[in-house]
């Protein structure tokens, strides 16, 4: 019955002005992820610095907007939440103040990964993106079973513009394989991309890529553990510990957050 669907939100980095086909794209590949027990809510930023992405510095301005759209899917009924960024920006505010799983794309693609090979590789669109990665790695405590990081070296609106335009679609591609190529010689068995949008690209031109080794499908991997999440919770399953780093805030943050 559709009264029993779980009610998911997939919270894009990204917004819909000038990223349309690209947000076209990702709406098919979540929907394709998805079981028919669930429906996948695809919400977008107002706006956002599209020139920054992959810079801590851009997307901690971007968190609060992130924060208020979470704020307002929950209100509106919503189970389990996916936020789709490879750095996980606002993953860990979120879940200290909202009562339902948050899922970031990172932690879950990478904590998949490490299921299915042993030294994982992970790419990333800008060279902004190497360290952050290491940092992310640390925060998880999964540094050793991860090789150095790559990083295609493109920006965010060239793989915007790689959805429209077959010339650059084709650069994006050649200097993907060849980066993933630059992992798998490091070691790696598997690789996850941390940037949704690269994510989504290569993806959807998966069948002109030549890599060797296996590349993990970040969304749907996220899609389909929000959803195992949000039917745990409905079990009654634990989804987070209130005991220590997840603590939640006076409730005065929370009205602030709204004002």
Excluded at 139 to 164: C, D, H, K, M, W
Excluded at 196 to 210: E, K, P, S
Aim: net charge negative; aromatic share 6%.
């Amino acid at each position: 019955m559709t009264d029993d669907l779980l009610n998911l939100t997939y919270q894009s980095f990204g917004q819909m002005e000038g990223m349309e086909v690209y947000q076209t794209h990702l709406e098919n590949m979540v929907h394709s992820a998805a079981s028919t027990s669930s429906k996948v809510t695809v919400l977008r930023l107002e706006s956002v610095l599209v020139e920054g992405k992959g810079f801590a510095s851009s997307q901690a301005l971007e968190v609060p907007s992130l924060l208020r759209s979470i704020a307002g899917a929950v209100e509106n009924g919503t189970e389990a939440v996916a936020i789709g960024n490879g750095f996980d920006p606002g993953l860990w505010e979120a879940r200290e103040l909202f009562d339902v799983p948050i899922l970031g794309l990172f932690e879950t693609a990478i904590f998949y990964a490490i299921r299915v090979g042993w030294r994982v590789g992970v790419l990333c669109s800008g060279n902004s993106g190497l360290a952050r990665i290491e940092e992310l790695a640390a925060r998880y405590g999964i540094s050793s079973r991860l090789v150095r990081p790559e990083a295609v070296g493109v920006t965010v609106p060239n793989i915007v513009t790689g959805f429209q335009d077959s010339a650059v679609a084709d650069q994006l591609l050649t200097a993907t394989d060849a980066s993933i190529e630059m992992l798998r010689r490091r070691g790696a068995e598997l690789v996850i991309i941390a940037s949704g949008a690269l994510d989504v690209f290569f993806h959807a031109h998966r069948d002109r890529a030549t890599s060797a080794i296996p590349v993990l499908p970040g969304v749907q991997i996220l899609v389909r553990e929000t959803e195992t999440a949000a039917a745990l919770a409905r079990l009654g399953v634990p989804f987070i510990s209130r005991v220590g780093r997840f603590a939640q805030p006076p409730a005065s943050v929370m009205r602030s957050l709204n004002n």
